[in-house]
C-alpha cells in the first residue's frame, strides 16, 4: 500500500521569501514521487518528479524537491515566493513505474502575501 | 509536447442521466486512467485500464461506471446513472512504459 500525507492544508508566505511544502510518504517499495500544481478551475501540471536518479529534483518555475529516504519525504521548496506561485500543490506517490496508480495527497493551497 | 485531450470541458446534467466523458490520450501511451476530484479535495483513483481491460479499480468505481476504449484513440468513462454525488472534476491520465505520466485538464461534470 502506498500513501502521502502532506502537513498544512494552508501555507503563506510572503512575496519574496522561501517556500516549503511538506510531504511524507509511505511505500511498501522504492517510491517514485511527484509534485503537481493546480490552479483555480484549471487541471494538473506536472511540476517535478523524483524516479529514483538524482535526490534533488528541480522542477520548473523554480521549484525543486530533495527525496530523503531516511525520513521519507519529498519536501518541496522554491526560494523566493512569486505572486503567480499561489496555487494547491499535490504531492503524489506511485509504487513502481508502467501500471501503476498515483495517490495523492490532500494538498496544500498556497497563498503569497504581497 | 504532447497532451492528454479531454472532452467537453464542462457538463451539465440531471440527476439520473447517463454521461460519457471523454479523452484522448497521448498517441503512444499505454495505460490509461481515471482520477475524479470533488470540489476542494484530493485527487481519488478511480480505475486504470491495460491492453483493453480493467487492470485496477477502486471502491469508488462501483457498477454504475464503466470505461471503454472504442477505437485506437478514444477512452471514455460512462456514469449510468448520475447522482449529486457524482458532481466533481474528471480527469484522465495516460502513461507510457516508464515514468512519464500525463494528465488532460479535465472535464467538471455538474449534476443537478
Known amino acids: 500500500a502506498q500513501s502521502v500525507t502532506q502537513l498544512g492544508s494552508h501555507v503563506s508566505v510572503s512575496e519574496g521569501a522561501l517556500v516549503l511544502l511538506r510531504c511524507n510518504y509511505s511505500?511498501?517499495?522504492?517510491?517514485?514521487l511527484f509534485w503537481y500544481v493546480q490552479y483555480p478551475n484549471q487541471g494538473l501540471q506536472l511540476l517535478l518528479k523524483?524516479?529514483?536518479?538524482?535526490?534533488l529534483v528541480k522542477g520548473i518555475n523554480g521549484f525543486e524537491a530533495e527525496f530523503k529516504k531516511s525520513e521519507t519525504s519529498f519536501h518541496l521548496t522554491k526560494p523566493s515566493a512569486h505572486m503567480s506561485d499561489a496555487a494547491e500543490y499535490f504531492c503524489?506517490?506511485?509504487?513502481?513505474?508502467?501500471?501503476?496508480?498515483?495517490?495523492f495527497g490532500t494538498g496544500t493551497r498556497l497563498t503569497i502575501i504581497p | 509536447e504532447p497532451e492528454v485531450t479531454q472532452t467537453p470541458s464542462h457538463q451539465v446534467t440531471q440527476m439520473g442521466q447517463e454521461v460519457i466523458l471523454r479523452c484522448v490520450p497521448i498517441?503512444?501511451?499505454?495505460?490509461f486512467y481515471w482520477y475524479r476530484q470533488i470540489l476542494g479535495q484530493k485527487v481519488e483513483f478511480l480505475v486504470s485500464?491495460?491492453?483493453?481491460?480493467?487492470?485496477?479499480k477502486s471502491e469508488i468505481f462501483d457498477d454504475q461506471f464503466s470505461v471503454e476504449r472504442p477505437d485506437g484513440s478514444n477512452f471514455t468513462l460512462k456514469i449510468r446513472s448520475t447522482k449529486l454525488e457524482d458532481s466533481a472534476m474528471y480527469f484522465c491520465?495516460?502513461?507510457?512504459?516508464?515514468?512519464?505520466?500525463?494528465f488532460g485538464s479535465g472535464t467538471r461534470l455538474t449534476v443537478v
Open positions: 491520465a495516460s502513461s507510457g512504459a516508464y515514468y512519464g505520466y500525463t
Open positions: 511505500s511498501s517499495v522504492p517510491p517514485y
Open positions: 523524483y524516479t529514483s536518479a538524482a535526490t
Open positions: 503524489a506517490v506511485r509504487s513502481g513505474s508502467g501500471n501503476e496508480k498515483l495517490t
Open positions: 498517441s503512444n501511451h499505454l495505460y
Open positions: 485500464f491495460y491492453n483493453n481491460e480493467i487492470s485496477e
